[in-house]
């Protein structure tokens, strides 16, 4: 065994050393969050890397970040040490009606997007089903 391979681990030994389900560490892998493995198919092999990331994925959920800002933010890493742009910033935009647009911040937590989207279906209801009542301008 050569020392590469002595820091090696196949996917149950990383799932149980990171306390992650193997199922969630494939999802990590295929959106982009967790690194390929370092060989692939039936000898797949993971390395510190990959239990790091997975460290790092606990750590963003526990300041109760969503996987889709934590890829933002990885995605970004790189461009923020060689540039002095503000950090970009991911919204959701939801139209309501044809003259109503409502943008969210997309870091809010899973809980608090799920009662926004609750309200933002009433006011869907109750805007954007009759539009009739909207007077549309002419042009100047």
């Known amino acids: 065994m050569t020392r590469q391979e002595e820091h ?4 149950a030994e990383l799932a149980e050393r990171s306390g992650v389900p193997a199922r969630t560490i494939r999802l ?3 959106k982009g969050l967790v690194p390929p493995p370092l ?5 797949a092999a993971y390395g510190q890397d990959h239990l790091d990331a997975l460290h790092r994925i606990r750590e963003g959920q526990r300041a109760g970040l969503t996987l889709n800002r934590m890829r933002h933010e990885l995605a970004a890493e ?7 742009l503000p950090e970009p910033e991911c919204w959701w935009d939801y139209p309501i009606a044809r ?3 409502v943008n969210i911040r997309g870091d809010a937590s899973g809980m608090r997007l799920k009662k926004i989207r609750e309200v933002l279906s009433l ?3 109750h805007l954007g089903s009759d539009d009739s009542d909207i007077i549309e301008e002419p042009m100047p």
């Open 8 to 11: 090696e681990f196949k996917l």
């Open 28 to 30: 990590y892998i295929a």
């Open 39 to 43: 060989r692939a198919g039936r000898d």
């Open 78 to 84: 790189p461009a923020r040490s060689s540039s002095n």
């Open 99 to 101: 003259d109503v647009r």
């Open 123 to 125: 006011l869907h209801e």
